[in-house]
């Protein structure tokens, strides 16, 4: 079997929830830049050789629309990356035509501000936006990927855990017991589709709505994509403990510029990134160490973001030593192919029968649906072996 | 079973040519104090819970002996280690005692400037030193460990290829076919010993000394211990290539201080080093990238050693991004708890019967012999899976 | 006239607020070290060569004592900063003896929580530690130097701004209108001695204080002592300023162990150090530019400090570049000197009868009090001026 | 008197030997970008307000022509450097036309390799085109500035010595006694244009030659512009000795791409930009340290340049600490508004009847001709001061 042959010739949806953000356009731009060969696959890992015959969706098969509340045109939004040296020039020129027919595809978002009416009906209306875009285009499935603003932590209430409460709750105009991530996870799975968190925000984390996708018989997976630091701790952690090596102290501060640098400029908002950063890093050294941790709103810094890590370790006979790392990219750059990949994965893990909480998607996030795994190398081998399987 | 039950009660030797340096007293001084309860097992491999239930020689019946050609007793080399911060002063008064138990059993290294005779006489001798070290403490197998300078790369010959040709060549007087590492070596093997090339001299590798290793049934490791920049590297690496991630260029810089700093100050000497190390970053990346790399001796660093690393590569869309990082750290505190695991592993290895390279040493080098692996995770599994095994 | 000649035989008193902190046994240790000849002036700026010819006291006539609320032998605390790597063991054994006689000279400090009775009676204790101090060993002068650890801001009264009504409230049972830094710097006044105000602490700064320094003929200095990121800071930004490159951002964390660390874990005690590091930033600057800052309590970094800053500047055309740095110091080993430098000076400006404001001291510190010249090279450049016409 | 009429009436030719590459096609589109308002002047050093008053000529009265050996077009070579970052787009088209006209004054360079007849009858020509040049535009003076690439160190002769034994070789056609940059020098002084040496090397500095500009009455400057690692240390330096800390080591790597990584990969060329390097830190310092120093050729680093350099330190009681710092940034963008300020400054001299080293504008150059002042800080007082003075 070719590993042309391998590949569903199911057309499927990737409808992205926050559609005209950094992340979202740069997935637009590349995959359409894939699809016209402008660009190579370069941070995409479906498609390492490890991946050939597995059975995922070619490029020219994916359609993308979504969400948004904002209604700048992606083709603005695209030269506004081109400008801050994501893109380059003969990329963006490749993919004017393309933008404008993934723009024509991008529907109103939920902004409980200006929402009038209860969460039902503007459930009701999400997923009727993602029903008729896949009958208008003829999809098999469609996977929704959210890649909105994170949203600040949300504060449990007794509907959160009980899908039926939920449901009445929603009905009562008075009340928003939702936030919008969670609204668009409710829709995506009323929708029929699966559904992906890529943020820290609570999404399809909810009782309730996990209690949806079983019921539903749908794949979803999440959450907080892992695209720097967390990254390379996964990596890093792993190796002192494996030399037996006591790291003492791990301190870390992130720099971010555009959108997501003022989002997280909040405290209350950092707070679930932090915490699912400090989460992660416990459990990969085996216990609490000190961990302080920051993330600035530093906007000169474009749509490039700069982390620093100071790990202070101990060796033999009480040696302290120590490992600084400095990271520096562009987040967008770093995220939109994970987005194409989990597109892939998830649409092929639905088309094969899964359902419920994907743990072998634990290599793409910070705080792994499913899986307590965090080292990476694990996570590696663990989705290779899964999708060898598909 | 208990873990206490699976540790084997045979005595052991560890034989260190090099035995007054930093890293070999540092082995001592740590092994009298874990003995001596007066430090724990941070940078121990082997006493990590993973190894629970592995037949592993005790600390209590390690006996440590040697060759050096300098005769700085081992107390004062304890006293410098320590005014270097390497060690405590606590530590150092608890184990004064043991240390001159081990300095009886250092003796006289074969060094060429100053040996007279041929080689094969000079190998009687060693091999003999080590023989009777084994007898006069009762020990089931002695392991013997390189620890000595690196040496500067030591050019072929065809004796270095055949067993019979070199051994017909140590008797001529007026030759001096092998490096003092593979003298080292084959005293060691001639003697009944296994042997680990923990520095990147020619050691064991030459093809001669190979043969003489299967012939007499006897395991070996090596080479080049894996404490610092490269220990990263192959950490670092394998995270590029699962995320499909182009490296670009791999530019790393090593400061130096101590007797290993002035060493491979010498850039002749220096090469074998760094060849070892494009040659295992080449091999992780799966194709040559710029990787310009200095070794550089500053003595004021005195046992530390800083490694500056700087990776550029490229994304999605062709975004360039970098990472950098610093790692700074006692090299004697790294490589000396190595040591001793290597000595255990390596006993209970020979006491198994297997002979030849043992591959999933992997794990603790540079320049893996018996191995192509140079992934640290692979290579942390393929350790655990073989000594659960044992 | 030679060197040893300028040296005035006056001898002087040096009186530490927090005399047994990490600082003051530095400095401590350091003047009995000197005196011993078993350290060098390393890091002693008056003994730099240009400041041959200065009537400055030499270390011989330098007597040390101080108020702390805490009674650990000074002894005990060198054994705590030897082991820390702050000091060498041949320079402890060397100053025992000595030490001893300075923890003779530790008076019990002002303790706000268990003092009972009014605060002017606190002051005249205090002030009266102080003079007997002097006449005890026969003193021409004191200096007192606040080295204490760092207290949270201190809410404006009115009494600050007017000494007749800061006295007037000072006998008031019912209220602590001082701070205990103040109160330390009123007593000093009120003995006749100079002070300097080392940390970020009120001290001198409240306008009554200046006021009762004015009065009293009395010269003070102060605030905050630069001794690493802030030092740097004033380096490196007149550089960009210069050469017209356009600093966007300058973002900073600052790891710090010992009980620095655990003071300014306190967000609101870390306010007034904060503030007073981005007056600075935005002098040198000429305007502001997004500069997040942050103080970490990293424990096990113990007497170490390691500050990351990363400044992202624009060049011609506006080109985006980037600096980074990384500082790592004993905080103790970089502040001890300038206190023994500052007790010199201020001693010698005593001397020569200068009151007020030392703006020629500003070279010293994070926020120069009577300066508003926070650049290295000029405050260098002022220092050296004033102490050659003294 | 306004800022303008402080400005110099008189059309000013800037003449630069390499006017291809990276750094002269930088300082033309900057030029022409400064005269059409599509860029600010940040990084041009005279147009601080200190420089208000200075009778220094306007941009719109700078003429740029050039001599180089390449051919490739300027409008292409300003694509390039847009495509590598250092440009955006809309400068770009801002400038094309401008560009073209430049591009008309270039003529071609001398190119000892293809060069028929003997040097004199080079140097001739050369003159013979900056006087064209002049004379076609109607200047009042011209500033030859040499950007081209470095040359290898120039092996010593006795005619580089002595003006009259030069000139007697030049007319040798069996002899090339001038290396290109000293014959562009020559070339320049002949033609009564003043030179400034942008490069390390060898240039005017030859003895011969300065004696030519003493003769002529010309002034002249360099050498080898000092904009990124270099910079910093002349910035840092100076802080480590008025503060009595003891650097102990001061290691450097140069990371460049672009043609400089190229030419500077050859050994025997970095050979004269690392001496230059180590003379002007031992000079900082007041003493050798240890200073190891790299300069890699790393082509993917495209037009950036990255320093990382690592200073050991001593303090107070020896206690050991380090600085590190990484510099990122484009070379071009770094050095051409130098090259216009140094035009500027250079011709203002030359009109003031300024002859002979210009020592004040040390502040510009690694190596500065007529001073021995690296520090920064001082330099920068000295060309305030001179330059108020003009």
Redesign the interface.
Known sequence: MTSKSSESSERTGLWLVGARGSVAT?AA??LL?LRAGV?G?????T??PAFTGVPLVSWDDIVIGGHDIVHCPLEKRAEQLA?A?????S?LAAVREGLAAVDAEIRDGYHQATHTGDQASAASRLSEDIRSFAERNGLARVVVVNVSSTEPPCPPLPEHDDLDLLEAALTDPARAVLPASSLAAYAALRAGSSYVEFTPSAGVTLPALRQLAERERLPYAGCDGKTGET??RT??A??F??????V??W?G?N?LGGGDGETLADPVTAGSKLESKARGLAALLGEQV?A?L?I???????ETK?A?D?V?F?????????????????DS??A??LVLDLARLTAAAHAAGQSGPLAELA?FFKDPLGSDEH????Q?AALLTWAAAL
């Open positions: 740069t731009v590349g830049a660009t696959p370069t941070g995409c890992v498609e390492l400008g040296g994501v893109l380059g020039q990329v990254l390379l990596v890093l792993p190796m403990t494996a030399r037996a090596l006591k003492r102290s301190s501060t720099l000190t302080p920051h600035d709103n530093v906007p000169d810094l474009g700069t620093w100071h202070s101990e060796g033999f006979l009480g040696a302290r030593m120590s490992l600084q790392f400095t990271w520096t990219g562009y750059a770093l939109a192919p290599f080292r990476f190398a694990e590696t």
